[in-house]
């Protein structure tokens, strides 16, 4: 119960920053649509939608789940380098990023059958799974329902492993709302992700610029709200943790040290849970360890999937 308090104080603390905080960087205006992926992009229609998604390389497929707040940039400091082996691919998923963003529910059901619409779509029917945050929420139900479709996992600070008794989920639905995040400033944003951060980097900045760039141009902003909050319905509502023993898939784990959102504490609960699993511990830094630790986690993927796929 005490490391159950102790993970909704941290991450009550990082949704708090929504809401709290001063920061003086200058944001430049952005909309969805104008965010450069540096790759072409391409479309595929889901449940009558609009799906954006990446596919560069050759080689083995390997599959980026960006996390709750977040888009196909998740992994911008990434794909350059996996893509010198391997075929990349990413989407946002429906109301986020480029994609379409209809105020609908979500349901695991909704998020496995639009990722095996992404394997059709890129013609694959086995692939390396990234997921970052609730990115590796996504993973784990996907790799549950769809073994045969997963080669192996990469989880980095997955949500989903730890389970929150319903006070604690009323107060995580009651601070984080369309309402709440519609009235959210630009420093307010950045804030947060200096919050979340261990090391304020280049990467991390400009990553973080853009996301308050989002929010300063507010357009389709009210759908993305609608789609974040939806992710939270998932990851508090999720069962994996009491089905992810079933999996034998080969499990990468990395989590950064100082995570302020979804504590490393976690980590020995994940290990506990996931058979097979190797994890991998990144100090001196936070909840974006693709953005703060940038070579470090690189390297770490690449002896993963040259070892495993």
């Not at 420093?187 to 990467?203: C, F, K, S």
Request: some cysteine; glycine content about 8%; charged content about 25%.
């Amino acid at each position: 119960m005490k490391s159950v308090m102790r993970t909704t104080v941290l991450i009550l603390l990082g949704l708090s920053a929504l809401i709290l905080g001063k920061c003086p960087e200058k944001v430049k205006e952005i909309s969805f649509k104008e965010m450069d992926y540096n790759y072409p992009e391409s479309t595929f229609s889901y449940e009558g939608h609009e799906v954006t998604y990446i596919d560069v390389g050759t080689g083995k497929p390997v599959v980026f789940l960006h996390g709750q707040a977040s888009d196909i940039t998740n992994f911008e400091t990434v794909y350059p380098v996996i893509g010198e082996k391997y075929r990349v691919l990413a989407l946002d998923y429906p109301g986020f990023g480029k994609s379409e963003k209809p105020e609908i529910e979500f349901s695991e059901q909704f998020l496995i059958e639009l990722i095996d619409e992404l394997y059709r779509e890129a013609g694959i029917e086995q692939a390396t799974i990234v997921g970052h945050s609730y990115g590796g929420c996504v993973a784990m139900i996907y790799g549950l329902a769809r073994p045969e479709n997963v080669d192996a996992m990469v989880l980095i600070s997955p949500a989903g492993i730890q389970v929150f008794p319903d006070q604690v989920k009323q107060s995580l639905r009651a601070s984080f709302t369309v309402e709440t995040i519609l009235n959210t400033t630009v420093e307010q944003v950045i804030d947060n992700y200096r919050r979340l951060g261990a090391e304020w980097t280049p990467e991390l900045e400009r990553y973080a610029l853009r996301r308050a760039g989002l929010l300063a141009n507010g357009e389709d902003y009210k759908g993305y709200a609608h789609a974040m909050v939806q992710a939270m319905e998932i990851m508090l509502g999720t069962t994996v943790r009491k089905r992810i023993g079933e999996t034998k898939i080969s499990t990468l784990i990395i989590w950064g040290r100082q995570d302020a959102l979804v504590p490393h504490f976690i980590s020995a609960e994940a290990v506990k849970y996931i058979p097979h699993a190797k994890l991998k511990t990144l100090e001196n830094c936070g909840h974006f360890p693709m953005f703060e630790c940038v070579d470090k986690f690189n390297q770490i993927l690449i002896d993963f999937l040259g070892e495993k796929i």
